[in-house]
């Protein structure tokens, strides 16, 4: 990186900008046309969600979860249910599995028409924008059909869903796979042989291999860096060890890459859907869950379509979670993103940004530091860090100041 | 005297090309919504667009010398309409035409993006500051182009207006037909003197804004626009003009139906254009225009001096 002169502008992308759908911030520092450095700045969109649910029931909490992201919303709730399901022991029907893993793949297949059109609305290629989202609504109607909500679905409830699909919606799942995998068929086509979009998405916010790992990237950012990393197959939860489906990876590293890994993983989701509508088990949607949990806690992971999604809940016995935590994908994929952006072209920027399919208001959590024996303090250093790990240590009998002299007070990083 | 005024100020002048830059522009976006499966504006969608930017208030930043800031939008349409009182409509020529007037037209036809990029310059805006500077990078990239690509037929007519060239290829329909290069290079620098998709850099919305009229509100953005719409009926009527010579002999009203029908194909291709690529990176634009555009060009100017000597002979 060079250095900051003072022919260099800083410009500010956000809080509020064309390129941005939420409010977030990017301060840009250029030479040029070229960018030096990009600093992140989260939280225009802290909800207190998390501190929310602590106050409502568990079935109150679920609805409000739903609501976390507004188009991977079965992705938080199932995530959270799943948790909960864990603490209460719940054994769910196979039937209740198929149907929520048949949502999850139908917002799979919206999540990433939509991305595909924001893509193109990045680059200036708004016909792309327009086609894609004309079929989004082919998902939306069938969801809305299902569920009877276009955005939260609602379908979630511990023990299992709340809606079964019948005979008839099948056949109209069906009917619509076939027009859409036509479609993005044509889509396939279009990014592999349209140059003004290859060239635009081509080489452009490299993330290697080594760096997508080391970063902590996951999802499509992950797998377009050829990190086989999917939690449908690492970890299955609901039917996706009774499915076959293939995790499509792509070693471009680059923007195209990500773009054809969510064009294939539309290809994927129209079998895995087929599949499960095709051997639907019968039984029951639901088995009863009580209202108030038994103390414990489970952390649960979940493949949203912008990555892998984490809850952790810890129940007191009361009928309210004592902590929610959640960790949306876009955190774990925006370290990444500074790193792609550097010495790279100012309008690559907003492409770059969008191929991790950024939710920023998803992501927004709240750390409050306060110093020991009160006061506020914004920053804590390292080797206050370690002082304090000592001491902590120390009340518990452990003295440990002898341990890690490398890591001494005052040596930081 | 009173017949040059009509001229100027009515038809085919200011108000005749406010209309038929509103109805090109009707056009264009009609079109553009067709070949994305949308429904598309109404027609009156953008004499309502100019209506309602002139009823709104124009902001000026505290920063900006307001002369500058004001009299660019003038000079903008100022110039778009001048240029196209040379540009022969029904017959060889207008009253106004001399010889060399094909580049007066030209260089009338740069002032507007000069004022892009004065405009934006003094905006004091970041976003218009590097708008401004791609409008002037661009400039450099497709100017050239264009330049060689418009003179080349005129060397082969041998005259530097386009009334002349005109009456040439009227004589010599035939001739039309060595200039078909040109026309491709003149259409793709014509994208660029546009800011049209794929050369949208300067006005590139999710990187900068609005480029170099982030600042712009009110009339004076409403005459931006203006000077963008008949710049592109301008532009398309020049090679119209150069290219496609056809029908002048016609007279009266044939010659001016052929002429519409020729612009709004070219401003049909413009749509087209904007409905099948994605916007270019500047790097990319800079050379694909020095590497392909100008030397294609360049091909048109031998070809033409080649067909010159041979008819000559």
């Known amino acids: ?413 | 005297m009173a017949g040059d005024l009509f001229y100027i100020l009515i038809f085919p002048g200011f108000l005749f090309l406010v209309v038929f830059a509103l109805v090109a522009d009707y056009i264009d976006r009609k079109l553009h919504a067709k070949f994305q499966n949308r429904i598309g504006p109404p027609w009156y969608q953008p004499l309502a667009d100019l209506i309602k930017l002139a009823a709104k208030e124009d902001l000026i930043p505290r920063q900006v010398d307001p002369w500058l800031f004001k009299l660019a939008p003038v000079f903008a349409v100022t110039a778009v309409v001048t240029a196209a009182l040379y540009i022969p409509i029904w017959r060889h020529g207008t009253p106004m035409s001399f010889n060399g007037d094909v580049i007066v037209v030209l260089y009338l036809l740069t002032i507007p993006t000069v004022t892009f990029f004065l405009g934006g310059w003094y905006s004091r805006s970041v976003y218009s500051m590097i708008g401004a500077a791609r409008s002037i990078m661009q400039l450099f990239a497709y100017e050239i182009p264009l330049f060689l690509s418009i003179l080349a037929p005129a060397l082969l007519a041998d005259s530097w207006s386009l009334g002349g060239m005109s009456l040439f290829y009227a004589h010599h329909p035939w001739y039309a037909l060595f200039n078909v290069v040109g026309l491709f290079t003149a259409l793709i620098a014509l994208l660029g003197k546009l800011e049209r998709v794929p050369f949208d850099i300067p006005e590139a919305e999710t990187e900068i804004v609005a480029g170099s009229f982030t600042e712009y509100s009110g009339r004076l953005l409403a005459m931006f626009r203006l000077a963008l719409s008949i710049e592109m009926i301008v532009g398309a009527a020049l090679i119209a003009a150069v290219f496609l010579p056809f029908g002048l002999n016609l007279g009266g009203p044939a010659a001016f139906g052929l002429y519409l029908v020729k612009v709004l194909g070219i401003v049909a291709l413009i749509a087209l254009a904007r409905t099948v690529f994605a916007r270019l990176r500047i790097d990319q634009m800079i050379n694909f225009c020095w590497q392909f555009v100008a030397p294609v060009a360049f091909l048109q100017v031998i070809i033409d001096l080649i067909a010159k000597g041979v008819i000559a002979r």
């Open chain 1, 1 to 413: 990186m060079s250095e900051t002169r003072s022919r260099d502008v800083t410009i500010p992308i956000g809080p509020q900008h064309p390129a941005l759908k939420e409010p977030t911030s990017f301060s840009v520092t250029l030479s040029g046309e070229k960018i030096l450095q990009v600093g992140v700045r989260l939280g225009y969109n802290h909800r207190g969600i998390e501190k929310a649910c602590e106050s409502r029931s568990f079935i109150q909490s679920l609805y409000l979860i739903e609501r976390v992201c507004g188009i991977c919303s079965h992705s938080h709730s199932s995530c959270f249910v799943q948790a909960v399901e864990e603490i209460a022991g719940l054994q769910l029907p196979h039937r209740a599995m198929y149907l929520r893993t048949i949502i999850a793949e139908l917002e799979r297949l919206h999540s990433h028409l939509l991305w595909l059109g924001v893509a193109g609305h990045e680059i200036g290629f708004d016909t792309l924008l327009m086609y894609t989202w004309r079929d989004r609504e082919i998902v939306m109607d069938l969801l809305a059909a299902i569920t009877g909500n276009r955005v939260n679905y609602g379908m979630n409830t511990f023990g299992g869903v709340r809606r079964d699909i019948s005979p008839e919606q099948k056949a109209d799942i069906l009917k619509a796979m076939d027009t859409l995998e036509e479609r993005t068929k044509y889509y396939i086509s279009v990014a592999t042989e349209e140059t003004t979009l290859i060239q635009r998405l081509s080489g452009v916010g490299v993330l290697s291999h080594d760096d997508a790992i080391r970063l902590g990237a996951v999802g499509p950012t992950a797998r377009a860096s050829n990190v086989k990393r999917d939690i449908r197959k690492d970890d299955p939860y609901a039917a996706y060890d009774q499915v076959p489906f293939e995790v499509i990876t792509s070693d471009l590293n680059d923007v195209y890459g990500r773009t054809l890994v969510r064009v294939r993983e539309l290809m994927e989701s129209y079998k895995l859907i087929r599949h499960l509508l095709n051997s639907l088990p019968d039984g029951p949607i639901a088995v009863k869950a009580p209202r108030k949990m038994p103390a414990g806690e489970a952390v649960s992971r979940y493949e949203a379509p912008r990555g892998e999604n984490v809850h952790y809940v810890r129940a007191n016995g009361s009928e309210k979670p004592e902590r929610v935590k959640v960790r949306a994908p876009t955190l774990a994929n925006v370290q990444a993103v500074a790193h792609m952006l550097i010495d790279r072209y100012l309008a690559d920027l907003p492409i770059v940004v969008a191929a991790i399919d950024p939710c920023f208001s998803c992501t927004d959590r709240l750390i409050d530091l306060t110093r020991e024996g009160g006061g506020r303090c914004d920053v804590i250093t390292w080797g206050q860090l370690h002082d304090y790990s000592l001491r902590w240590y120390k009340k518990q009998g452990m003295d440990l100041s002898k341990l890690n002299s490398r890591f001494k007070c005052g040596e930081s990083s």
